[in-house]
């Protein structure tokens, strides 16, 4: 996933929506016509009157059928949850007294496909499969408005089926770790949305988090890692953990009950750099010399080798695995595997002569094609990541495809099953919008609307390839996801725009999901959940205006352009704006100690968190590392300085640590401060690493440099970085005054010139003024 991308823009037009706006494609649906509910179902008949749900409503299942019977205590602990509606469920033949919700099996449904009838006295929900019954539940529950424990669902018949059959999110536990706990939050919020693939990523070179019996040493050396930290700090804690085979096991039977599979990943041949650490002897460096378990991030050159020991090894491991998981797939990896240990070992170079293998390529092939048998024996299918279409893959292994699209194309043709898991278009550590209060990740954004416009039709294949794509999944992947809240804040609500895509038979409406998110927030605060709001976020721009602070707030284009009821309320005096607060037009010229409040309003309804601003004449002249423009983003990055999770995260460009400020005021005596940051460097960036500028420094630690006008014109001031070397996390640098002879309005440059690359330094934020 490390790529360096080289002139890829921040700025996103607007221009797509702007023109569906005006074309009349975004034009909110009536409520009635999805029921509010996410993915929009594929059909909703209205009729005459409404069902009262209220507590004295019974949910009533056939004796015996537990696939039934657990729907149905489902939808009773979401109601209990979302709605204070505690209902009961009682499975017998008694004559269905008034009011009940019913749920019947009835032959003739497709797989997780169900109707939903509505009338007055009951509603019945119908389906062939277990699966079905369970997402019959999960939307009667959005039927019914979030809040009351009384309420009315309109008469209707609503049938419903899937688009794609996997629809999934695969979740990084070894970059970082999380707790039995969230992973079934994770399994639950996911069955709400009818998510139904968990395609869990258990190995990598930077941990090992499975219990495998026969091998302990995988998880009690290959589980923990010391995290990297900057030179001259204290040595960090070893960071760690793992899933023991008792907490797998009732993680999968909770899944199982939410119809969510389980996909674990056991990556291979690369990634192993965990195992290797175990196992010195699985490793491809001949003599098989000890190697930490990785605290770097990027592509790191561990491989397993290809002796006959190692493959007893994977196989024994994967026994295992398939003990655990009782998934019809089960994920290999087989990305990035560079192949210089390969290349340069005896050993795996006399092997390779003994299986008249000629070329490293072919080994992975040969490779995959051991382990994917292995698994076709056992009944199971491997999947593996692009990489793993070569020559001789066999026709049941299924390609994931993360380089864009191409490889499920190229698979599909072929007649292997594929799966659309593309980076950028899915990948969900992307940061979602350009606003403050986004958690690390990657710089370019992925929004809301990018995921929601991801379209996985291919139209240059045919029926029967099409047949092949068995869906899409979105990948979060943990580097720079530290947090379970950090998580749910970069899968929520995003998964609900992957399952829209992935779902919903019908045409997109961008403006109708965005009307019908608010209610699925609120479900998501019922369960304490760290949902995203940045699609309904508030972007505010401050100047110094005579004395005052000039403030303009706005909503970004995509909710503006879609949404024309959509607005900014505030107050000034310090209290929560409601749907009867004034409405934000024009730019405002506000007194310093004022306080600002500001939310984002459809109508009478809230839609985002309420924002507030202490206003100081810094805001205008100060500005955060994301308010400035970076010169670069060939790896552009929002990274926390030191440990510090509470700040605002810097960005940076790890490539070329330079921002740019544009139209700063240089009147005479103006001043600059700057706050800095010193990072680990801690990327694997192979040849791409020559490309760093280092060296330049003039003093041993190196210095900031401020540049007017262009990055490259001599530098006009230097601050030194001495003072900020030894300490981690954020340093303010004493102010320097800029030279007199620059009066008026310029572009102001800051570049850090390093002795080497590690520290990477980071600008928090700087300050130009008198
Ligand atoms: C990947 O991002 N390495 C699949």
């Not at 030179?231 to 899944?255: C, D, H, L, M, W």
């Not at 990018?450 to 580097?479: I, K, M, N, R």
């Not at 970004?556 to 024309?564: C, F, G, K, S």
């Not at 940051?677 to 420094?697: E, H, K, S, T």
């Amino acid at each position: 996933m490390w790529i360096v991308r080289k002139g890829l823009s921040l700025v996103r037009g607007g221009g797509a929506a702007v023109l569906a706006a005006a074309l009349g494609l975004t034009i909110a649906l009536p409520p009635e016509a999805h029921g509010g509910v996410i993915p929009a179902p594929a059909e909703i008949k209205l009729a005459a009157g409404e069902f009262g749900v209220d507590s004295t409503v019974v949910l009533r299942v056939p004796p015996g059928d537990a696939g039934a019977a657990n729907a149905a205590h489902y939808l009773a602990d979401l109601w209990s949850r979302t709605n204070g509606l505690n209902l009961p469920v009682r499975a017998d033949h008694a004559r269905a007294a008034l009011r009940t919700i019913e749920f019947r099996r009835r032959p003739g449904f497709q797989r997780e496909a169900y109707e939903i009838d509505v009338t007055p006295p009951r509603i019945t929900v119908s389906a062939s499969s277990s699966a079905g019954l369970f997402y019959g539940a999960v939307t009667l529950w959005q039927l019914l408005p979030p809040g009351a424990a009384a309420g009315e669902i309109r008469a209707q018949t609503l049938t419903d089926r899937p688009g794609y059959a996997w629809r999934g999110l695969m979740l990084d536990s070894a970059r970082h770790f999380q707790s039995p706990a969230f992973v079934k939050s994770m399994i639950d919020w996911m069955a709400w949305h009818k998510l139904n693939v968990l395609h869990w990523h258990l190995t990598d070179d930077q941990g090992w988090r499975l219990e495998i019996r026969r091998y302990p040493r995988l998880t009690a050396v290959g589980a923990w890692r010391i995290p990297a930290s900057v030179p001259g700090a204290p040595a960090p804690k070893p960071y760690g953990g793992y899933y023991t085979q008792a907490e797998v096991r009732s993680i999968v039977a909770f899944a199982t009950a939410r119809h969510v599979q389980i996909v674990p990943e056991i990556d291979m041949p690369g990634h192993a750099q965990a195992a290797v650490d175990a196992y010195p002897e699985l490793g491809a460096i001949d003599g098989h010399p000890s190697v930490p378990v990785s605290s770097d991030w990027g592509v790191n050159p561990y491989l397993f080798n290809l002796e006959p020991s190692t493959f007893a090894f994977l196989r024994n491991v994967l026994d295992e695995v398939l003990q655990l998981f009782p998934s019809h797939f089960v994920h290999i990896g087989g990305d990035e595997a560079v192949k210089n240990q390969w290349k340069s070992s005896a050993s795996v170079q006399a092997r390779a002569l003994q299986l008249g293998i000629k070329d490293a390529d072919a080994l992975q092939t040969y490779f995959t094609q051991q382990i994917s048998a292995y698994l076709s024996a056992k009944g199971r299918r491997a999947v593996g990541w692009d990489e793993i279409l070569q020559p001789g893959l066999a026709r049941d292994a299924v390609v994931m495809s993360w380089h864009g699209t191409a490889g499920a194309r190229a698979a599909a043709i072929r007649g292997n099953d594929a799966i659309l898991a593309p980076d950028p278009g899915l990948y969900f550590d992307h940061r979602q919008s350009p606003l403050a209060g986004e958690p690390p990740g990657r710089l370019i954004v992925l929004s809301l609307k990018d995921v929601y416009d991801f379209e996985p039709h291919d139209a240059a294949l045919t029926q029967a390839q099409q047949g092949h794509v068995l869906g899409l999944q979105a990948e979060l992947w943990s580097e720079h996801i530290r947090t379970e809240e950090r998580l749910e804040w970069m899968a929520l609500p995003r998964a609900a725009a992957v399952a829209e895509v992935g779902w919903s038979l019908r045409p997109k409406n961008w403006a109708d999901f965005l009307q019908r998110l608010p209610s699925m927030m609120a479900r998501y605060r019922a369960f304490n959940l760290h949902y995203a709001d940045s699609a309904f976020g508030i972007a505010p721009e401050f100047s110094a205006e005579q004395g005052k602070i000039r403030v303009t707030l706005e909503n970004l284009p995509e909710l503006r352009d879609a949404v024309p009821d959509a607005g900014i309320r505030y107050t000034l005096d310090g209290s929560n704006p409601s749907p009867a607060s004034a409405r934000f037009g024009d730019p405002l010229a506000l007194a310093a100690g004022t306080e600002l409040r500001a939310a984002t309003f459809i109508g009478s309804q809230q839609v985002s968190r309420t924002w507030s601003s202490r206003l100081t004449p810094l805001l205008g002249v100060r500005r955060s590392s994301h308010q400035l423009e970076l010169c670069s983003n060939a790896v552009g990055l929002l990274l926390d300085p030191a440990d510090e999770t509470q700040r605002e995260p810097v960005a940076v460009d790890i490539m070329n640590p330079c921002w740019i400020y544009r139209g700063a005021d240089l009147r005479e005596g103006a001043r600059i401060t700057a706050a800095v940051a010193p990072l680990p460097f801690n990327y694997q960036l192979g040849a791409d690493a020559a490309r760093i500028r280092v060296g330049d420094a003039r003093t041993p630690e190196g210095e900031l440099e401020v540049h007017i006008d262009g990055c490259d014109t001599p530098a006009v001031t230097l601050l030194p970085l001495a003072p900020a070397a030894t300490r981690a996390g954020v340093t303010v640098l004493p102010a320097q005054v800029l030279p007199a002879n620059l009066a008026g309005r310029h572009d102001v440059c800051l570049r850090f010139a390093r002795p080497r690359l590690n520290p990477l330094w980071a600008l928090d934020w700087v300050q130009i003024g008198e």
